[in-house]
T-cell receptor, first 115, second 111 residues
Framework: NAGVTQTPKFRVLKTGQSMTLLCAQD?????MYWYRQDPGMGLRLIHY???????AKGEVPDGYNVSRLKKQNFLLGLESAAPSQTSVYFC??????????????FGPGTRLTVL | AQSVTQPDIHITVSEGASLELRCNYS??????LFWYVQSPGQGLQLLLK??????LVQGIKGFEAEFKRSQSSFNLRKPSVHWSDAAEYFC?????????FGSGTQLTVLP
């Protein structure tokens, strides 16, 4: 099993450009998440999904959109990139465990620079 | 809303020395608690998790953590640190199918 994979690994954008980050998981998990990691701030949740066709906002959703058309994929879009979106982006997935919030499995990350 | 505080931004220990990384959480109900490790340029890997029961939890790579409800703490420990343990460590609390992370502790291991 590949676990959680992310495409691309690195990307450089100019201000105003758009792009989509792709996350895929092969563990049949219902839940999927997108985080950004900035120095000294830990991981902050951007958007998440509790199942195919559903999405919800996290802590820092502004400037991002997401889609979950297939259970195994979770896409993160930036419509008009800004330098403040320079960050490392992590995707994660998690199982449906009745009655509790269980661990998440993380991808290797995408390093995005917006000039 | 839940929150996690990791008071130590950076810790340096010598190889073979013991280690304790601090984590304090804020959450109104019984917490689900996690420790993750992140090596440079990598994603996060789960070290251990606490849901209920025994308050001393064993994890991978020789790590353990102790849940202390009275202190709202979930400190990570290792009796003897190896050079390969140099990494960033994150504590997290789980609620409503989401994890809230602390800001992390960077561990440096001296030879």
């Amino acid at each position: 099993n590949a676990g959680v994979t992310q495409t691309p690994k690195f990307r450089v954008l100019k201000t105003g450009q758009s792009m989509t980050l792709l996350c895929a998981q092969d563990m049949n998990h219902e839940y999927m998440y997108w985080y950004r990691q900035d120095p000294g701030m830990g991981l902050r949740l951007i958007h998440y999904s509790v199942g195919e066709g559903t999405t919800a906002k996290g802590e820092v959703p502004d400037g991002y959109n997401v889609s979950r058309l297939k259970k195994q994929n979770f896409l993160l879009g930036l419509e008009s990139a800004a330098p403040s979106q320079t960050s490392v982006y992590f995707c994660a997935s998690g199982p449906t465990t009745s009655g509790r919030t269980d661990e998440q499995f993380f991808g290797p990350g995408t390093r995005l620079t917006v000039l | 809303a839940q929150s996690v505080t990791q008071p130590d931004i950076h810790i340096t220990v010598s190889e073979g020395a013991s280690l304790e990384l601090r984590c304090n959480y804020s959450y109104g109900a019984t917490p689900y608690l996690f420790w993750y490790v992140q090596s440079p340029g990598q994603g996060l890997q789960l070290l251990l998790k606490y849901f209920s029961g025994d308050t001393l939890v064993q994890g991978i790579k020789g790590f353990e953590a102790e849940f202390k409800r009275s202190q709202s703490s979930f400190n990570l420990r290792k009796p003897s640190v190896h050079w390969s343990d140099a990494a960033e460590y994150f504590c997290a609390v789980g609620a409503a199918r989401q994890l809230t992370f602390g800001s992390g502790t960077q561990l440096t291991v001296l030879p």
